[in-house]
């Protein structure tokens, strides 16, 4: 059987897809706009649409009432009708800075920087108070590494409403990404004094303290500490896995078997938290394949490592994962199916191809 390694993903991967840096609105207890907000949580997002186009057809020069149609068409993820809509209250009010505020945002979400960029400033020059404005600018400024600029903003964000976590967040965000992990742990604390509850700040610290400060033990306390709030977060009971196949790893070499077995269905089992609670997460699926490949139990590996590939056909490991257990079996024919695939999925995969060529001189 060849020798497998183990491949597993970078946490700042699966950190930077879950911040989205450079938008998305604050962790915010309470909604910061009640107008068009709390009134469509009191009626259905479609019922509320009905009534809000029913005023416009009565009042087609109301800007307010396309402002708020645009927000409903957000919930309802009709971001092109939302912009279409704040488009028209512009158009009809250009000098609204809450205006100019949403339709940054949602330039932001259509990932068109530069207009996100042109409205922002526009709502910050027309005398905002909203400390969202600034937020939104010092986030695009991070995802630029302008660093100054970001402090700026979020400073700003801060002096306007110092109540909100996300702001003390960024500004940890902003010291992490510069190498001053004292700094960014001093914020990313002060984000949770502000709201305890806050699991963005939980995932961060664990990446800081693991990452920059190594300290493992303190990013697990990080993980402890978030599952006691949530315990089905599916982040949460990943990096949990990853801690509880490492203890189990370490049981192994001291060669205690029945321990051993015994944490390493600790960890599938927090494997199967985090997936329960997110069915597509695709490296839950291969580490969780791989604990069981470790544990000898190969068909139940073969089934993860299949899901691992139908939800991510480029995910080379998976099938080189797959090919092994194959030739282990001494399916030959099967191996070098998923061999090759591994080959196309990453070309200069070196195991993949020494694998590729050996099964081919075996016919």
Not at 117 to 144: D, F, S
Request: aromatic share 12%; net charge positive; charged share 25%.
């Amino acid at each position: 059987m060849k020798k497998i390694t183990v491949y597993f993903g970078v946490i700042a991967a699966l950190l930077g897809a879950l911040f989205n840096l450079g938008c998305g609105k604050s962790h915010k207890k309470g909604t910061e706009n009640p107008s068009v907000m709390t009134k469509a949580d009191s009626l259905s997002p479609a019922k509320w649409l009905a009534s809000l186009t029913h005023q416009i057809k009565m009042n087609p020069h109301n800007y307010a009432l396309y402002s708020d149609r645009s927000e409903v068409y957000l919930r309802l993820d009709s971001l092109d009708a939302a912009i279409r809509d704040i488009d028209k209250a512009i158009t009809i009010n250009d000098s609204i800075s809450d205006l100019h505020y949403l339709r940054g945002f949602y330039a932001c979400i259509d990932k068109d920087t530069t207009k996100a960029i042109a409205e922002l400033e526009k709502a910050m020059r027309l005398g905002t108070i909203n400390a969202e404005v600034p937020y939104q600018l010092g986030q695009i400024a991070l995802m630029q590494k302008d660093y100054p600029r970001a402090e700026d903003l979020f400073n700003q964000a801060i002096r306007r409403d110092s109540s909100q976590a996300q702001y003390y967040f960024a500004k940890g965000l902003l010291y992490q990404s510069q190498k001053n992990g004292a700094s960014a742990l001093g914020f990313y604390k002060e984000s949770i004094e502000r709201d305890s509850t806050f699991s963005k700040a939980y995932l961060q610290l664990y990446d800081l303290y693991m990452n920059q400060l190594k300290n493992e033990d303190m990013a697990n306390q990080q993980i402890t500490k978030l599952l006691a709030l949530i315990p089905s977060h599916p982040l949460g009971n990943y990096y949990k896995a990853k801690k509880l196949f490492g203890d189990a790893t370490r049981l192994k070499v001291l060669i205690k078997k029945e321990p051993f077995m015994e944490a390493m269905a600790q960890a599938v089992a927090a494997y199967n938290l985090a997936i329960k609670a997110d069915s597509g997460f695709v490296q839950a699926y291969y580490e969780r394949g791989y604990t069981y490949f470790i544990m000898d139990k190969l068909d139940e590996a073969i089934r993860d490592f299949e899901k691992t590939a139908t939800l991510d056909p480029n995910y080379y490991q998976a099938y080189f994962m797959l090919g092994s257990i194959h030739e282990f079996y001494k399916d030959n024919t099967t191996a070098l199916s998923y061999y090759e695939k591994a080959v196309n999925a990453k070309p200069d995969f070196k195991e993949a191809i020494y694998a590729v060529k050996e099964l081919r001189n075996k016919k």
